[in-house]
């Protein structure tokens, strides 16, 4: 992470960024994240951390996109389903 705010490029990939701080540390550092870079791209399985802090929230099951919807329109239960199926 330090790498990444330090570089501070357009876009950012990040697998998992913030999975090993609380979710206000989480919070706190993809605040950081999102002022440093035009674009994000996360893999999250904190799911209301993602509804929180992303804008868009894309599932994909079978390895095709089965959701793709702006985060305002969603909440944990209408992400329950790709995170039951996985367990």
Do not use: K, N, W
Not at 61 to 87: H, N, Q, T
Request: charged share 30%; proline share 5%.
């Amino acid at each position: 992470m330090a790498r990444a705010l330090y570089d501070g490029r357009p876009v950012l990939i990040g697998d998992e960024p913030v999975s090993a701080l609380d979710r206000r540390q989480g919070g706190a550092v993809l605040e950081q994240l999102s002022q440093r870079h035009e674009t994000l791209i996360l893999a999250l399985h904190d799911v209301p951390l993602a509804l929180e802090r992303c804008d868009r929230i894309v599932a994909i099951d079978g390895g095709r996109i089965a959701l793709d919807a702006p985060s305002r329109d969603l909440d944990v239960a209408a992400l329950a389903r790709f995170y039951e199926a996985s367990a």
